[in-house]
């Protein structure tokens, strides 16, 4: 076995000794180690043959050679984090639509909720798909992890009168949305489900964009787009990735037990006991609460007991995956004033499941397994913090005790709660309840606090779904963990140093307290005192001690832990001896510990589950990810500075990465063969062995793809990007969900009170035999910085800086733990404990130690003044000692040059330690206020460089360190800090310091840089935007710039509000400045203003701490002109004949060229794209034969009947205009993007506007009119010009001038602008030669930084500002609504369009444009503001934006009018610039300093670039030569010109973001909008575009009813039981329900068949381009305005039945999208349901005008009825000439129908009804009852009458 193994063993790093049993501590990276029997060489030798493999050439798998064994923790420079704050978040939410809803006509509205937030649209009535077009917008402001977990929910529900019912509803957390591209879902359909019934399925659809934005946040206006046809599933609202179709699952969460938990009750009336009777032995009564997605489920409360054990689970039901992020896990404390919460925990769902497809994906698992949950101090009182830190809001200070439970997920097959294969093979559920869901125990749970789940419902037994909010049921506790599976873990620490102690703890003795978990915490001992007595096996494994092994202090021998009997544990000493700190020499706000001599120490021991092969696993991971992440970070410094090596080195680290990886492959298969049937590994813990070993293997993958396309396809900016990657993937493997063991506190008592923490991961300090699984701090000495608990101030908080060693480790290993001790110092042995852990180090020698600080400056110091500046000192603290600069006022760049000395520094241990790992140097920087204490700005750890008296000495270099204040940055400090030893004997060996007055040592000159001669040049070009200072406007201002110590000063501006300008342009100033340019110092703009009586006031200042963007680069050559003549083909005058080849001279849609050239020129062609409607394409060549033939004619007369025939909605009547340009470009982008826009123009010809090409005739145009014509488009930003262009800075920088004090509140960088500074700076070193040239000569020509400045004096411009239209501007009205109106303001001018606000309105539609007269530079501000129009009060100010006129004006990028795509004279594209093509071109060629412009025919030369393209076109017949098409040509390439060229702004819309001062940052909508600035003392540009919205066009669209058949019978005869209907039909457009139509009744229907011959006549507004409706109406009564809404056009008809004494029954429905119908069937047998969905051929009634047929009635998805109806749609005008009458009225009335004579009302026609219903069907009957009445009646009336008359007869007879 056995060389190759034992290789592979050292390869990886491992020190050879008998391994033990096989589970403790598997993290081997071979399969070999999995054998416990191997016999490695000892130590000693396997080290030595380490070293040897190292020296071998290629085995770079050897990475203990690059994980260096230090003796201290790596360096870190920010000693303290702030606290996460609340910040202002919104979340805005557009709810388009909604479709296929559930439900029969009903009134549909969606409720949204935010987390608590509740906002709700309009109802929409007796739709199934509703449209809203609604925007709402959530703000809230709150800490970012319980935003994140809020969730969005949308309901849609159905509104009766009285209540209303849910149809069904959608959940996202907002996290969820967070994550996504942009930060939003646009244009998504949401799936409608009803959670409480799961085997119905989807129950509709909502289309909505959903944004979440963090204050700075862009938002990108997502395109809208809405179309019949679109594709739902396709488009659904889930994250990339996610199934389309997702099923229901089962979250199972099982709470087992706890432990460790405070024991003393912490609620207020505990608190109030406690103050009385002064002691508190209330228990707590916990429960643990679960949340998931807005479900909550509790356990029952378990009464007075800090060890609860609850065997219960919490059981939900939601779709999977699903669409959250985290499960939140809380245990409280039920009290009788109100509960307590214990501790927090969070599971997040990424981390313990993996979406992948195949088997490589497993569902959310957890454990069982133990979370430990962290809070406030446990002694805590009841704090504000206190609350906040229980309930997971901060890092706690404090271990609150664990939970041992588990996490388990079924999927539900089809929805029917049957379990599917899948969850069986994923999940044996332990437990059979678990596994049938319901079961019967929804009230046991041991206890009354189950039937407080939320819900408390329970689940059917036969299972059929109905989930409820969560359900609470009793599970089997897991089988009992025997105490030989834990394991005796020993922390030991010492303490190295103690120093920075506020002397306010300092004046009693103090300690240090060091615990895990419970274990440790003297204040509030744990109830199981020590730990459990650790089993045999534990203990004979403790004793197997390699042979070799020696530790200082304990014989070769035997383990540190002391053999006594079992029932004598080893004692924990947990706590430093008390001692009384000193103060520290040079600083009376300090104080340190004396731990020079003795070092005391810590252990605690502590028992836990053996699990540590978890968190050794993260180590491996964190080790692979750390080396990797350094060798980016270096390869990406490298590429920063352009250094050649960066390629070979980031090569290098893939490789070493991909090494890495397969060592730790290898070892996780060695792991899953051996642990395969071990029963400790959790379904996790196999899972994510699995998931790592395959995702490291996809990403040696990824890395040697990286490498090798690199060799193919060149760029070390996207193998940095791709190695960026990789490092964010592999962080997140790192992180082991299944916590183990807690972390470490280190506590500092005062007084037996918690004064300050730390707290460091245990995985962090973790032990292991193998050194990649070890964590980064065990064996180290580590620099802790201990914190105050709870809130934290601005302020230093820091109230101890410690340097301990901690190991931590099974007993089993403690004999390593003094390893890695620095070399010099012994463990005190003797005392009681002398077989144990020494009780202190002691340290034989001692050394004298100078340290010299040489501060030299720092640079972007934070503001702490009222000015803007600060008046900064540095603090320097090493050990006893600490010093502090001089304070240099007012400024925020200071420069000390001051050697801070700290003599006879006693530093302790071996030399060689010293000088390999000195002790960490703190600086802090202050500022210095003379009425109250100095206030923090920033500190950073510095390594000092150590001089050992036996070495020659060497001058430090100085570095520069960065400062952090909080989590902020604070700056750079430029110093170097140097440890000289000292002889006792001989002290002239130190070199000298130079000292000034005042005892104050200068950095000597050896270490300050050297220095050389630079230039500084400054533009000096004007102030912006100053504020008052001092309740006084500014009016003369000056500019002081500031570098190396000198100053320059601009001119003063005389009258800051008449000319903002500097009078003097250029000032140049000689700086001697560092040759090093890393060093170079940072250059300060300050700006005053002068007063009365020589006073001066400082307005604001900027730093610029980077001097290296203003290094002068020569510009580039301009081209030389071209010495050779051209040949004479090409000067060919124009004339009747040109072009006289047509393969010379090509046209615009040519590309290949074959001209003859001359060497110098470059020939471009410029590709025309198939011109617009303006310039109409050049004909093909046989079209010129043929000039005006027959078939040029016939294909002409063709293209236009095709053109009539496919125009889309523009009816021919429709003029273009400039919106008809604009649709084309959106629908042109949307094509670009792939966006779904809607298709506005399908080939608009229109009327082709050829007349505007220099010709007046139109008839001439024809024989060129191909096919339908293009239009003309311009450019669409979704963002600012400026950030497109790069500010337009290309001419001069903006510096923003900042006064007072700084600090991280929201919105106070707006409130400390002061103004603004323009000027550009140039630096350049002198030589010899050009220095002596710059003092003779100070003429400004000779300036290199004013080359091609234009001079800065008053310009008169003409503004024109064009406002298309506004979108998801935030509501500010009550009703959710808005009334904007368009403020423009410009200096002292302001332009106030009140008049013309929109009413109800957040997407408005402007199309305004507004004309104004400037000065430049007088008037550059232009601010659009959007306020918000009100009746009664003033306006409020919705949003406003702020464009940089001047910048636009002189910048490179000619921003002062856009150019268009095409050249036209007139008509929608007009030319609207003053100068035409050619003379811009030639202007800018003037400018730029070229030649002018060669323009020939066919072609133009500009500097030798030659352009060739069509210049001759026809006019009147006549051949004509214009430049003006090619010329545009080439300014929209202007950026191909060599040295000068730039991209020209073409014509565009920009989309500006509205923001408002009291909500600073937060987007509050966008504008579109342009502005063009033309020159007055240019020829005046043409009259101002047109773009007032259009007007809606008037149409009626008439419908005939004709008839029915097959509608379904609802009511049945009561006489004879027969089925039948009162048929009648209703018909509404969408958004006109006001204008309800119904036909009258068709009574007594016995087939279903009616008959109406019914008019309805709907007259509706109406826009082509957009296809939409426009309704405009008052919202109710009280509205002042009608509001104006766009709707689909969307005609709704509906079958019912009429009811005399009841309400109506519905019966059917269809919708039909008048833009997309399905062609109506021929007759009714041919009307099928399936119509609608089908793809069968749709048509448009704004193409056919007219349709008729049959169309389907469907309810619920059946088919219940056809309907026979015939559509006509005309033109108000038409409908106007042509009336037509409603219903069967005059004018063309209808015939009446032909109904059968069974058609009638009971109610009004009672004998009617009799006849048909009773006669005819029982007329037999009747006649025959008629008989036998007759007859029976004779007979009565005979037998009645007959005795009489007999007797009568008798008598009389």
């Not at 019934?197 to 659809?205: A, E, L, N, R």
């Not at 460790?260 to 643990?288: E, H, W």
């Not at 990424?350 to 446990?378: C, H, M, V």
């Amino acid at each position: 076995m056995e060389p190759k193994l034992r290789k592979a063993k050292l390869m990886l790093g491992l020190k050879g000794k008998k391994k033990k049993k096989v589970n403790t501590d598997l993290v081997l990276a071979n399969k070999g180690a999995v054998d416990s029997g191997v016999e490695g060489p000892p130590e000693a030798s396997a080290l030595q043959q380490g070293q040897n493999w190292e020296d071998q050439p290629g085995t770079s798998a050897v990475r203990t050679r690059i994980i260096p064994n230090n003796k201290r923790a790596k360096l870190k420079t920010c000693i303290q984090k702030s606290e996460g704050k609340p910040r202002s978040f919104q979340v805005c939410i557009n709810i388009t639509e909604a479709r296929q809803l559930v439900g029969e006509n009903i009134d549909p509205s969606v409720l949204l909720e935010v987390g608590d937030e509740k906002k709700q649209t309009s109802v929409k009535e007796g739709t199934n798909a509703p449209f809203y077009n609604e925007y709402f917008v959530f703000e809230f402001f709150a800490y970012k992890e319980v935003f994140f977990d809020k969730v969005i929910k949308l309901t849609v529900m159905h509104s009766k009168m009285l209540r209303s019912f849910s149809v069904g509803s959608f959940k996202v957390d907002v996290s969820t949305v967070y994550r996504q591209p942009g930060h939003q879902f646009t244009n998504k359909w949401a799936v409608l489900t009803n959670p409480g019934d799961i085997s119905t399925g989807v129950k509709g659809y909502v289309k909505c964009d959903i944004s979440v934005s963090a204050k700075g946040d862009a938002v990108k206006p997502g395109p809208k787009a809405s179309d019949a046809e679109e594709q739902i599933d396709k488009n659904l609202l889930v994250p990339e990735g996610f199934p389309s179709e997702r099923p229901w699952a089962r979250f199972f969460v099982k709470v087992y037990r706890a432990e460790g938990l405070p024991r003393n009750n912490s609620s207020i009336m505990a608190n109030v006991t406690k103050a009385f009777i002064g002691d508190n032995t209330a228990l707590i009564d916990p429960y643990v609460e679960v949340s998931f997605f807005k479900q909550v489920g509790r356990t029952s409360t378990q009464k007075s007991t800090a060890e609860p054990a609850w065997n219960e689970q919490i059981v939900f039901t939601e779709m999977f995956p699903p669409l959250c992020q985290r499960l939140k896990i809380q245990v409280w404390d039920e009290g009788s004033m109100g509960d307590v919460a214990i501790g927090t925990h969070y599971f997040d769902l990424k981390r313990i499941s993996n979406e992948q497809d195949g088997d490589r994906g497993f569902l959310p698992t957890f454990g069982p397994a133990w979370i430990n949950l962290y809070g406030s101090a446990r002694n805590g009182s009841m704090g504000d913090d206190t609350v906040e830190l229980n309930e997971g809001i901060g890092e706690g200070v404090s271990f609150r005790g664990r939970v041992y439970m588990e996490l388990a997920v079924e999927i539900l097959s089809g929805g029917s709660g049957s379990e599917s294969k899948l969850s069986r093979a994923v999940k044996p559920l332990k437990d059979a309840k678990a596994g049938k869901g319901g079961g019967t125990g929804g009230g046991g749970g041991g206890g009354g606090g189950a039937g407080a789940a939320a819900g408390g419902a329970v689940a059917a037994d036969d299972d059929k779904g109905k989930a409820v909010a969560a359900e609470v049921l009793p599970v089997d506790s897991p089988p009992v963990l025997d105490a030989d599976n834990n394991e005796t873990f020993l922390l030991f620490g010492a303490l190295f140093e103690a120093t920075m102690i506020d002397r306010k703890i300092g004046d009693k003795p103090i300690s240090f307290e060091f615990s895990v978990g419970n274990c440790g915490n003297v204040l509030e001992p744990p109830e199981k005192n020590a730990p459990r007595p650790p089993s045999p096996a534990v203990r004979r494994r403790a004793l197997d001690v390699p042979v070799g092994a020696v530790t200082p202090g304990a014989s070769p021998a035997s383990p540190l832990l002391p053999r006594e009997p079992p029932d004598a544990p080893p004692t924990s000493r947990s706590t430093t001896p008390p001692q009384r700190p000193l103060i520290v020499e040079g600083n009376k706000y300090y104080m340190h510990l004396p731990l020079e001599k003795q070092k005391p120490c810590v252990s605690v021991l502590s028992s836990w589950e053996n699990r540590a092969y978890r968190l050794h696993t993260s180590n491996m991971l964190d080790n692979i990810a750390v080396l990797f992440e350094e060798g980016v970070a270096s390869a990406a410094e490298l590429h920063r500075k352009s250094e050649p090596g960066a390629e070979h080195l980031l090569e290098t680290v893939l490789r070493e990465f991909c090494a890495d990886a397969r060592s730790f492959v290898a070892a996780a298969e060695a792991k899953l063969k051996a642990e395969g049937k071990s029963s400790y590994l959790t379904q996790l813990d196999r899972k994510r062995l699995t998931l790592c070993k395959q995702e490291l293997e996809s990403m040696i993958g990824e890395a040697q793809f990286v490498v090798e396309r690199k060799r193919k396809a060149g760029g070390v900016k996207e193998m940095l990007q791709h190695a960026t990657k990789l490092t964010l993937k592999i962080r997140f493997l790192v992180e082991e969900p299944q916590h183990t063991v807690p972390d470490v506190f280190v506590w500092l008592l005062s007084n037996n009170k918690r004064v300050a923490y730390a707290r460091l991961r245990a995985r962090d300090l973790l032990y292991s035999s193998s050194r990649e699984a070890r964590g980064i701090h065990c064996g180290k000495i580590v620099t802790l910085f201990l914190k105050p608990p709870g809130k934290r101030v601005a302020d230093l908080s820091v109230q101890a800086k410690v340097d301990v060693y901690l190991w931590y480790g099974p007993s089993a290993d403690s004999v390593h733990m003094l390893d890695d001790l620095p070399e010099g110092l012994s463990a005190a042995t003797g005392g009681a404990a002398a077989s144990g852990p020494p009780a202190a180090l002691l340290c034989a020698e001692q050394h004298t130690f100078q340290l010299r600080c040489h501060m030299y400056q720092a640079r972007g110091l934070i503001a702490a003044d009222a000015s803007g500046l600060s008046d900064p000192f540095a603090r320097v603290t090493c050990l006893s000692h600490s010093q502090t600069t001089n304070v240099i006022s007012q400024t925020l760049s200071p420069t000390w040059n001051q050697c801070l000395l700290m003599s006879r520094l006693l530093l302790s241990g071996d030399l060689q330690h010293i000088w390999k790992e000195p002790p960490r140097v703190l600086v802090e920087v202050y500022d210095d206020d003379a009425l109250s204490k100095a206030e923090y700005l920033g500190a950073t750890v510095v390594v000092p460089e150590v001089r050992l008296a036996s070495d020659p000495y060497a001058p430090p270099t100085l570095q520069y360190s960065p400062l952090h204040c909080g989590s902020q940055p604070g700056g750079d400090l430029l110093a170097a800090f140097e440890l000289l030893q000292v002889h006792e004997s001989t002290h002239q060996s130190l070199p000298p310091l130079e000292k000034q007055e005042g005892g104050i040592y200068t950095v000597p000159a050896n270490i300050r840089p050297v220095l050389s001669t630079f230039r500084l040049e400054v533009l000096f070009w004007g102030m912006r935007e100053l504020k008052k200072v001092q309740l006084l406007s500014v009016d003369r201002p000056q500019v002081f710039i500031e570098c190396a110590g000198k100053i320059l000063r601009s001119s003063v501006i005389q009258k800051y509000k008449s000319n903002p300008n500097f009078p003097t342009l250029v000032g140049a100033i000689e700086l001697e400045l560092p040759e090093n340019e890393h060093l170079h110092p940072p250059l300060s703009i300050t700006v005053v203003d002068w007063r009365a009586f020589g006073r001066s006031t400082l307005v604001g200042n900027h730093v610029i701490n980077n001097l290296k963007a203003f290094k002068y680069t020569p510009p580039p050559a301009l081209p030389a002109p071209a010495p050779t003549p051209p040949p004479p083909k090409r000067t060919e005058p124009p004339g009747p004949s040109a072009p006289p080849e047509p393969g010379l001279y090509p046209s615009a849609g040519d590309t290949t060229v074959t001209a003859p050239l001359t060497n110098q020129d470059f020939l471009i062609t410029v590709e025309g794209e198939a011109p617009p409607a303006t310039a109409p394409p050049p004909p093909p060549e046989e079209d010129l034969k043929k000039t005006r033939g027959g078939a040029a004619k016939s294909t002409r007369g063709r293209s236009t009947k095709r053109k009539k025939r496919t125009i889309a909605d523009e009816s021919a009547e429709c003029v273009i205009d400039w919106w008809s340009k604009y649709y084309a470009s959106r629908e042109k982008q949307a094509k670009q993007d792939g966006s779904p826009f809607t298709e506005v123009f399908d080939k608009v010809g229109g009327v082709s506007d050829g007349d505007k090409k220099k010709q007046k005739g139109k008839g001439t145009l024809d024989p060129n009119l191909g096919p339908a014509t293009k239009l003309a488009t311009l450019k669409l930003y979704n963002k600012e010009l400026e950030a497109e262009f790069g500010s337009f800075n290309d001419w001069v920088n903006t510096y923003e001038l900042f006064r007072g004090k700084a600090n991280e509140e929201e919105g106070a960088t707006e409130e400390r602008l002061v103004g603004k500074f323009k000027g550009r700076f140039c630096l350049y070193k002198l030589n010899e030669d050009n220095a002596q040239d710059w003092d003779g000569d100070t003429d400004a020509g000779d300036f290199r930084v004013s080359r091609g400045i234009p001079p800065n004096g008053l310009v008169q411009v003409l503004i024109r500002v064009y406002i298309v239209s506004a979108s998801n501007l935030h509501p500010a009205d009550p009703d959710g609504k808005a009334d904007p109106y368009i403020v423009l303001r410009l200096g002292k001018n302001e332009i106030k369009d009140r008049d013309n606000y929109i009413p109800k309105q957040l997407n408005p539609v402007f199309g305004r444009s507004f004309e104004m007269q400037a000065t430049l530079p007088r008037e550059s501000l232009l601010s659009v503001v959007v306020y918000d129009y009100d009746l009664v009060g003033g306006d409020d100010l919705m949003g406003e934006t702020r464009i940089d006129l001047e910048n636009r004006f002189y910048s490179r990028h000619r921003a002062t009018c856009g150019l268009p795509t095409e050249y036209s004279l007139d008509g929608y594209n007009a030319w609207r610039d003053g100068l035409k093509p050619s003379e811009l071109l030639s202007k800018l060629c003037r400018d730029h300093g070229l030649e002018e412009p060669l323009f020939r025919p066919g072609r133009i030369s500009v500097a030798d670039k030659v352009f060739v393209g069509k210049t001759c076109f026809m006019h009147e017949d006549e051949p004509l030569e214009s430049y003006e098409h090619l010329s545009l040509k080439v300014l929209h390439r202007w950026a191909e010109i060599p040295a000068v060229g730039c991209k020209l702004v073409p014509e565009h819309i920009e989309t500006r973001t509205l923001f408002h001062k009291d909500r600073p940052g937060m987007d509050q909508g966008q504008v579109q909008m342009w502005v063009d600035i033309f020159p007055m003392d240019l020829p005046p540009p043409g009259p101002a575009v047109d773009i007032s919205p259009r007007k809606p066009k008037g149409y009626e669209l008439r419908i005939i009813i004709w008839n029915t058949e097959d509608v379904i019978l609802e009511d049945s005869s009561f006489l004879t039981g027969q089925q039948s209907s009162d048929i009648y039909i209703k018909g509404w457009l969408k958004g006109l329900e006001d204008d309800r139509q119904e036909t009258d009744v068709h009574y007594n229907s016995l087939t279903g068949e009616g008959n109406f011959n019914w008019r309805f006549v709907f007259p509706f507004s109406y826009l082509p381009a957009e296809k939409v409706i426009v309704v405009s109406k008052k919202e109710h009564i009280f509205s002042l305005d009608k509001s104006e809404q766009k709707l689909p056009a969307i005609l709704s008809l509906q079958v019912w039945d009429f009811e005399t004494l009841s309400s109506d029954d519905f019966l059917g429905t269809v919708e039909l999208d008048l833009h997309g119908f399905p062609r109506g069937a021929k007759t009714a047998k041919l009307c099928k349901a399936d119509m609608l969905t089908d793809g069968t051929e749709r048509i448009s009634i704004f193409q056919q005008k007219r349709a008729r047929g049959w169309w389907p009635f469907a309810k619920s998805g059946e088919l219940t009825g056809k309907v026979e109806a015939e559509f006509h749609l005309l033109i108000a005008e038409e409908a106007e000439k042509n009336p037509v009458g409603r219903a069967r009225k005059e004018p063309e009335p209808l015939p009446k129908p032909n109904r059968p004579d069974t058609s009638f009302s009971w109610f009004v026609n009672p004998f009617k009804c009799f006849f048909h219903l009773v006669w005819r069907s029982y007329k037999k009957y009747i006649i025959i009852a008629l008989v036998l009445l007759i007859s029976v009646l004779f007979l009565a009336l005979l037998f009645y009458t007959l005795p009489g008359a007999i007797s009568q007869k008798i008598v009389n007879g």
